[in-house]
């Protein structure tokens, strides 16, 4: 057994770059190269193509970069684990073999299910739901790998169990080694979303550009796991981006929900977490400390919502408010008339981003965005009736009446996210390995009905001395995303900043859950909560139900809050002069 497992990704979402899977088996040496290819939306999305035909339901790009790279994985020695079987995994371990079978290769495929839920979905009380998985952990990968596969594939793991199990697998943990499983959860966590750990979405992108970082496609990164749980980020010489600690730190300051992090396996302490740069495009990662998992495990369910059809229209010029008004009361007044003579009325929600500025000297400058949202359970009531009411205006309007959208379309459906939990007794997992047999993983036996966070010891802010009114982000970087319903803000004080120390101590005397709210006037009623990491050098932000009910029910312009975190960069606040760079205090 080597000192060292390498493990690398080739995917952090379905529809990643295809040829990621190649770049990284040629690039250099791997032990394992992983893929993470679920999340709540993708699922629902297999759900809809399950209804159209019940033989699909897993990642079919994952087949494709299969049938081009598993000769290339044999010959390198490489292991390939998965999460791409989704709602139909025997079905993908089938095409798998038979790719194998093909190309003469010999493999041993397994695969882990009991994730899928369906079936008890009444019996939970989930009725109608689409899809119901529960994320279970990384043994039954381990299992099937000490079994001899080459190739594993899942349905609903958790992302960083993709990575926990060859780890487990190779290192021979057991249960009860919650340092070092805690340890490969942050790996799994840091290299699950593919090149965001290498550059990619990065708030500091313009240093990465001035260096040429861009001037190629990004590297996928790769975890060097060592026996006590450390590792070292890094990525393939010669490719694009680049591995520093603020890369790394952008990755874990967000899509948290407090000091720990929940997994099947272990409950990760993310204020034990100490990062280094070791050298270029090497970042160790060390300290990380966990404790038993909780006793349930987290089910996703997605559940038919309705149908839906929107509408934009070009507001330009003068009068735009009363423009506005004049087109609502038109539209509203037309489907009220509908439903007088027995049409369902939709739900309509409204939203006018005013972006024009005074004195434009393009039409473009001068011109902001309606935008009509409409919802029903009914889908004529959002089809061509709704969407022809809106292009009949454009005779009997406003001054400069322009549609942006396409012309009248028929409503299409719309699912919602709900998370459940379960005790991880009642889930089963199993793993069926290539010659059919199964095998059944036990849960933990020694778990927590309540995982808690660890006290933060937090720095003492000092005094401010002379402040500057500027972005936040000409002092901190940010990352941000959705969880369900809710969204994620991760905000840290970047490496390099003069007296970081006192910066980050600064930064987290902020930003409270009321300072949050008067920054992101659209969180002003809802609830936000703050967990300080001084150990990565901020904090994370979790603002409860902006997103309703997920990114695929929401009618948000930034449905999975991807920006959030760069509006909040953007607000203004009296930010110490000892903090900023010289270019900033201009």
């Known amino acids: 057994m080597s000192s060292t497992v390498k ?26 190269l992983t893929g993470d290819y679920l999340a709540e939306l993708t699922m629902l999305i297999l759900g809809r193509d399950v209804l159209k035909d019940a033989s699909t339901g897993y990642a079919k790009t994952f087949v494709r970069q299969m049938a081009d790279c598993m000769a290339l994985a044999k010959e390198k020695g490489v292991k390939i684990v998965a999460d791409a079987g989704g709602l139909n995994t025997p079905a993908l371990a089938d095409k798998l073999k038979e790719i194998s079978v093909e190309q003469d290769l010999g493999l041993s495929i397994a695969y882990v299910e009991g994730d899928d839920l369906r079936a008890r979905a009444e019996e939970l009380g989930w009725q109608g739901a689409l899809t119901a998985n529960a994320y279970l952990g990384a043994f039954g990968i381990a299992e099937a790998l000490n079994a001899g596969a080459d190739i594993v594939v899942t349905g609903r793991v958790t992302d960083a169990s993709v990575v926990i199990g060859p780890a487990i697998a190779h290192f021979g943990w057991g249960r009860e080694d919650f340092d070092q499983l805690a340890g490969a959860v ?41 026996a006590d749980g450390s590792f070292v980020i890094t990525k393939h010489e010669g490719t694009g981006g680049a591995v520093t600690v603020d890369t790394v730190t952008a990755q874990l300051v967000y899509e948290i929900q407090g000091e720990q992090y929940l997994n099947p396996d272990v409950t990760t302490h993310f204020s034990t977490i100490q ?22 495990t987290k089910v996703c369910l997605n559940f038919f919502g309705g149908f839906r059809n929107d509408a934009e229209l070009l507001i330009t010029g003068l009068d735009q408010d009363e423009k506005v008004a004049l087109l609502r009361k038109q539209i509203e007044a037309a489907l ?12 309509l929600e409204w939203t006018f981003n005013r972006s024009d500025v005074a004195d434009p000297d393009t039409q473009e400058a001068g011109t902001s965005v309606l935008r009509v949202h409409a919802e029903s359970m009914n889908q004529e009531a959002v089809g061509r009736s709704f969407s022809n009411i809106v292009i009949e205006l454009a005779l009997a309007s406003l001054p400069g ?45 020694n778990t927590v009905e309540k995982a808690e966070g660890r006290p933060v ?29 809710d969204a994620n803000i991760g905000v840290w004080i970047p490496a390099g900043t003069p ?74 606040a009296d930010i110490p002069v000892q903090f900023l760079k010289g270019e900033f205090l201009a």
């Open 7 to 32: 493990i690398g990704n080739c995917s952090g979402f379905y529809g990643d770059r295809i040829s990621a899977m190649r770049e990284m088996l040629e690039g250099g040496d791997l032990d394992y």
């Open 499 to 572: 007296n970081r120390e006192a910066a980050v101590a600064w930064l987290i005397d902020l930003l409270t859950p009321e300072r949050i709210k008067e920054l992101l006037p659209e969180t002003a009623d809802l609830g936000v909560e703050t967990y300080p990491l001084p150990n990565l050098g901020g904090l994370n932000i979790l603002v409860r139900g902006i997103l309703g009910q997920g990114v695929a029910a929401n009618a948000r312009l930034d449905p999975q809050a991807k920006a959030l975190g760069e509006w909040l960069r953007s607000r203004r």
């Open 457 to 485: 010891d937090l720095p003492a802010a000092g005094g401010a001395g002379e402040t500057v009114s500027t972005p936040l982000g000409r002092l901190a970087y940010a990352r941000s995303g959705d969880k369900g319903g």
């Open 275 to 296: 990062l280094e740069q070791e050298g270029a495009d090497r970042v160790r990662v060390f300290g990380v400390q966990g404790s038993p998992p909780p006793i349930t």
């Open 336 to 347: 009220e008339a509908k439903a007088a003579d027995g049409a369902e009325l939709p739900n």
């Open 401 to 445: 009446f322009t549609a942006s959208s396409s012309p009248p379309s028929p409503g299409r459906t719309y699912g919602y996210y709900q998370p459940a939990y379960l005790p991880q007794a009642d889930v089963p997992h199993v793993v069926v390995l290539a010659d059919g047999v199964r095998i059944d993983i036990a849960p933990p036996s």
């Open 186 to 226: 942050v790996a799994g966590h840091i290299i699950e979303c593919g090149t965001q750990a290498c550059g990619g979405n990065f708030a500091g992108f313009k240093d990465l550009m001035a260096d040429g970082k861009f001037d190629q496609p990004l590297g996928f990164p790769i975890a060097e796991i060592e």
